[in-house]
């Protein structure tokens, strides 16, 4: 690379950054924090919503982690919900449904299961633990459930779909698993395009046979196994269409078949709300990447039934993955959000933007374009040093119904 190259990226990198900080944060009054509350005592979901997302600032965050069982647990006790769904691998949340409802195994392999590294940590060890001993004693048809509408893995999903029909119909299992077999967790990225075809229909014939000795594999199992498997055959025809299209098209792609996903599950919750999280950027309401994420794709389905917790922190302490394993690093960024909380001895606030609307200074702050951190899986040293890596610029109560900010959240405590 010439040196006037060199000048030139760093120019723009330099120019990026000023842009990002003058356009992205026009001013941060000073808002009244008695509006707020320092935990989740006053968490109310409105009586239409039927779908409660929460977000996260980074993947690898504890706070972040702990606040997705927190929630969780506090929609539990209002009575409002009973399944607890991340974005995370449909098959492989399927091993953990097993393990709470008493299956054997434990807890850390069980979260390995979810496919991705990113839940490797003793905080998603904790949620898992703690439904598996509530279920111990909770009422029938009062269970929880631990459910995943992502789908980037397979060998999950063909577990269980060779085992149920190894029960009801194990003369499919010869007949599917050549095929299905030519992808693993392993070379997943590099499989043929033609083969994800060839996967794809296998996957979608899989349904099709389970759909006409249906009244066997049941007999042989139960009703929910049966559904189960069958959409596990069908995360896996979710995945080949994700992976044919071209790789700028992947994120377009694979938000509107989350969206399926997340909708499939709400269908089975009767009377309950539906509890999913996954990163902001999926969580949003609002468009910030240049396409259309799941949490707006479920806005526009699903209007004031869908209701989300968006998380921001003024230093975000998180595990960044890379080739070899995870480093931990840190960004700071000093948003209308976090300055409300630089100084003082409380390490968080949680505010819903319904309650503080009439108040000027919040409403201000909610209401007009705001910098907050986006950490993605993967962020390198230099990176943390320049917004644009890990912030996004949108207006809060577009995106959001309610936040959580914290001073400082730091690295998950990962498990090996």
Request: proline share 4%; net charge negative.
């Amino acid at each position: 690379m010439t040196k006037k190259w060199l000048i030139a990226i760093v120019s723009v990198l330099v120019i990026g950054v000023v842009l990002f900080f003058i356009i992205g944060q026009p001013n941060i009054p000073d808002a009244d924090l008695s509006k707020t509350a320092p935990d989740l005592n006053e968490l109310s979901v409105p009586d239409q919503v039927k779908l409660v997302g929460v977000g996260e600032g980074s993947h690898g965050s504890k706070e972040y982690q702990e606040l997705k069982g927190e929630v969780f647990k506090k929609l539990v006790e209002q009575g409002k919900a009973r399944t607890f769904a991340i974005e995370g691998d449909f098959g492989g949340a399927l091993t953990v449904n097993d393990y709470i409802h008493g299956g054997e195994g434990n807890p850390e392999d069980v979260a390995t299961a979810i496919g991705f590294g990113i839940y490797r940590t003793q905080e998603i060890k904790a949620i898992i633990e703690w439904m598996r001993e509530y279920n111990q004693t909770a009422p029938e048809g009062k269970d929880l459930r631990f459910m995943g509408f992502d789908f980037q893995r397979v060998d999950e999903s063909k577990k269980h779909i060779f085992n149920t029909l190894e029960q009801g119909a194990p003369e499919l299992v010869a007949k599917y698993k050549p095929t299905l077999d030519i992808m693993n967790d392993d070379n997943r990225l590099d499989v043929a395009k033609d083969d994800l075809n060839t996967i794809k229909t296998a996957a979608q014939n899989v349904m099709a046979d389970m759909d006409a000795q249906k009244d066997a594999i049941v007999a042989a199992t139960d009703e929910d196994t049966f559904i189960y498997t069958r959409e596990a055959a069908h995360s896996i025809a979710q995945y080949m269409d994700a992976l044919i299209v071209p790789e700028a098209e992947y994120n377009a792609t694979r938000d509107p078949l989350m969206r399926d996903k997340v909708k499939w599950l709400m269908d089975r919750e009767g009377d309950k709300i539906l509890y999913i999280n996954a990163h902001n950027g999926h969580i949003q309401k609002v468009a910030t990447s240049g396409y259309e994420p799941l949490g707006k794709l479920l806005a526009n389905d699903l209007g004031d039934k869908y209701w989300t917790i968006g998380v921001d922190a003024l230093k975000t302490g998180f595990n960044s993955q890379t080739d070899t394993g995870y480093e931990q690093l840190s960004v700071s960024y000093e948003s209308a959000f976090t300055k409300q909380i630089k100084g003082k001895d409380q390490n968080r606030y949680y505010v819903e933007f319904a309650k503080v609307a009439d108040d000027p200074q919040w409403k201000e702050i909610i209401s007009n374009n705001q910098v907050m951190t986006a950490v993605n899986v993967s962020l390198v040293g230099w990176q943390t040093h320049l917004p644009p890596f890990y912030a996004i610029s949108l207006v809060p109560d577009e995106a959001f119904d309610a936040m959580v900010i914290y001073k400082e959240v730091v690295p998950t405590t990962r498990f090996e």
